[in-house]
């Protein structure tokens, strides 16, 4: 139970524009943004330049997209300087410039602009547009954080976490993975959850950490069920329940996780908290197997070797170690030399 890195991605165009509007209701009054911006609204012309960039209620046009979020930025519009910033940084519309995507993020960042101040962050932590400094990408994900952005208050978390940027200190960091989770950043309630479980920076709290993971797994970390998985096979944070494990862990596995595919295939295996079915297991050990999780390759080698549920094929199950082996896992070493060899 680890707790999940930074995020070094840039905030893009968000859906809420002006005084609570959505882009698709934006949509329906192309005309009006029009009229509006060229009387010199400045939201105005950022909404319209949402508008010609997803191609909604206008033909679709990068390049005047770009303009109109010039134009907003030009009038003291803060969303259309950090939307600038973000065409600058990917190339859309205009050609692509870090340093402009930086010099547009930090006027949206001092007039205000959360995001603004994430992307800045962001800049600063890979040196894109700046010269790479920690202490600043702190700063500018504390302004993001202060302003509302749920992301920057995950990242600086982060950074209190592994002491980058900032002096580690893991109270500071459960402050920050807390704030984030209120904010609706699922990683954010991940992490506090592994804080709550290991007892790092808070109260060793394990109905705690349990809480927090189903929050993170009910937003769609698919890492938060995994653990509610763990926890519920294992009878952690309360009473052992081999059918909630079964839950939480197919779920982490239609969320991407492949240790929940790994874990749903032992679980089919062995008949717990399911009806027993070994060509399912196979299915769900090729799955993990197949994202990278070493375990799920050890448990396809063996039921190569012994046939179970699939015919005996030694050479796969060679195969299926030998890629344990090479993703690091010390058992797949060892069941290949012994296979290989014929030692028992």
């Not at 033909?59 to 950090?82: I, M, P, V, W, Y």
């Not at 032992?266 to 079915?277: C, H, N, P, R, S």
Request: aromatic letters at 8%.
């Amino acid at each position: 139970m680890t707790v999940r890195p930074l995020l070094h991605a840039f905030i893009v165009f968000g859906a809420l524009v002006s005084a609570g509007m959505r882009l698709s209701e934006a949509a329906e009054q192309s005309q009006h943004m029009k009229a509006a911006c060229e009387k010199g609204t400045a939201t105005a012309c950022n909404t319209l330049g949402l508008l010609y960039m997803k191609g909604e209620g206008v033909k679709q046009d990068d390049t005047r997209a770009a303009a109109l979020f010039r134009k907003a930025c030009d009038s003291g519009d803060a969303g259309g300087c950090s939307n600038l910033g973000v065409v600058y940084a990917e190339g859309i519309g205009v050609p692509q410039d870090d340093a402009q995507a930086a010099a547009f993020s930090r006027k949206a960042c001092d007039s205000g602009d959360a995001k603004g101040c994430f992307n800045l962050g962001v800049m600063y932590v890979e040196g894109t547009g700046v010269q790479q400094d920690d202490v600043q990408a702190a700063d500018f994900y504390r302004q993001a954080c202060d302003g509302g952005n749920a992301k920057g208050c995950y990242n600086l978390g982060v950074m209190y976490a592994e002491g980058t940027g900032v002096q580690q200190d893991d109270a500071q960091a459960a402050a920050f993975s807390r704030k984030a989770c209120d904010g609706g950043n699922m990683k954010g309630c991940y992490n506090l959850g592994v804080m709550y479980a290991e007892g790092t920076g808070v109260q060793q709290d394990d109905v705690q950490a349990v809480d927090f993971y189903r929050k993170a797994c009910d937003g769609g970390n698919a890492r938060g069920c995994y653990n509610l998985g763990v926890m519920h096979a294992e009878g952690i944070g309360g009473q052992p329940d081999n059918f909630q494990a079964v839950d939480f862990y197919r779920k982490a596995c239609d969320g991407g996780s492949a240790r929940g595919c790994s874990n749903l295939g032992v679980m089919y295996a062995q008949g717990t908290g399911i009806k027993q079915d070994d060509i399912r297991a196979v299915n769900l050990y090729r799955k993990a197997c197949d994202a990278g999780d070493a375990k799920g390759c050890i448990h396809l080698g063996m039921v190569y070797q012994v046939g179970r549920g699939i015919k005996p094929d030694d050479a796969e199950a060679l195969k299926y170690y030998g890629k344990a082996c090479d993703l690091r896992e010390p058992k797949g070493c060892s069941y290949y030399a012994k296979l290989k060899t014929g030692r028992r």
